[in-house]
């Protein structure tokens, strides 16, 4: 097995990604040098994916890329940010390639391109575990204008994007077979497991993009990594309100719905799984068609789903408005 050294995979691979941005300084120094002038307020988030917990470990190398620069460009999306600058830190485990190893970084230049920033420095270092890689994101949005979490107030609605369930469905798919399934259903949630949709578009939109704070429409926003419910959960606790979920209007893809139809057991895993990945918000009842119209401008689909009322935590409501238990309401990370 062949893997290049240290600097030769910074020179031939990484180097690349920056796409001659002079701010990376070609990787040769020890950090990039930003300027923040006309940038408004620069936001910071960072993601690690290891492998066997976050992917598995014979996921496609580029999509394993994509999903690690995604994760983190869904926290911009959350923060109503554009982003700015990635910098990559890729533990390598022993048994990861030169071909391994262009091929992740191929799947990282698409999504760089696609989504039309750089890469901007780093750190690659050699692991006898599992290989692991965490990517720290810059973004900016105007002065006073990033959401967050704690902006939910009595009387707004709760939103959603996309479609929800689709990702922890995936990775079941992938560790073994859910019998009757349609190959296009079945590639469908792969596809959705091993490549998020960061909602960088719409966040743009909520947040009010450069606008000042009284452009956004949202009042509070997180993204969906977790599981709705507990995600819901967190938004409720930081912002000192309740939040009522209601399940008849779940956004649910066609396989997803099919899925839960067949095997009732599975909506647990619909609303807990997590690896969704799409924007949980709430906005007061006059943008209702500004939304809307947000949502259609960015080609996202955007779902009314529950309201803010006094309380704490979050709870789904069936159709006659009883609360649903779940056996696991969300992902931990607490091992």
């Known amino acids: 097995m062949v893997r290049r050294g240290e600097f030769a995979l910074i ?151 996309g479609t929800v369930g689709d990702g922890a469905l995936g990775l079941r798919v992938l560790q073994g077979p859910l019998f009757g399934l349609p190959e296009v259903h079945r590639m469908h949630l792969i596809d959705r497991y091993r490549k998020p949709q960061p909602r960088v578009a719409l966040g743009l939109m909520l947040s009010g993009g450069t606008e000042e704070k009284s452009g956004r429409l949202a009042t509070a926003c997180m993204d969906i990594s977790d599981g709705l419910l507990a995600d819901a959960a967190h938004v409720a606790k930081a912002s000192d309100v309740a939040l009522e979920i209601w399940a008849p209007d779940l956004p649910l893809s066609e396989a997803a719905a099919d899925l839960v139809a067949d095997d009732p057991t599975l909506f647990d895993l619909v609303l807990g799984g997590g690896d969704d990945y799409e924007l949980l918000f709430t906005a007061p009842p006059e943008n209702r068609e500004a939304i809307l119209a947000a949502g259609q401008g960015t080609d996202t689909l955007v779902t009314r789903l529950g309201r803010v009322v006094e309380g704490a935590g979050a709870r789904i409501l069936d159709i006659d408005g009883v609360e649903i238990a779940l056996a696991k309401p969300g992902w931990s990370h607490d091992g």
């Open 11 to 161: 020179e031939t691979l990484f180097a690349p990604l920056t796409r001659g941005d002079s701010r990376a300084l070609g990787l040769a120094d020890d950090a990039a040098v930003l300027g923040t002038e006309g940038l408004g307020d620069l936001v910071v988030s960072v993601d690690g994916l290891v492998s066997g917990v976050h992917f598995l470990p014979d996921d496609p190398p580029g999509t394993i890329a994509a999903k690690c620069l995604r994760v983190n460009l869904s926290d911009m999306a959350a923060m109503g940010a554009k982003p700015v600058a990635a910098f990559l830190s890729a533990c390598l485990s022993p048994t990861l390639d030169d071909r391994w190893l262009e091929a992740f970084t191929e799947g990282l230049r698409a999504d760089l391109q696609t989504y039309s920033f750089s890469l901007l420095g780093g750190d690659t270092t050699s692991t006898p575990g599992p290989a692991s890689f965490s990517i720290t994101i810059l973004g900016s949005v105007a002065p006073g204008a990033a959401l967050r979490r704690s902006g939910a107030r009595m009387g707004d609605d709760l939103w959603v994007s």
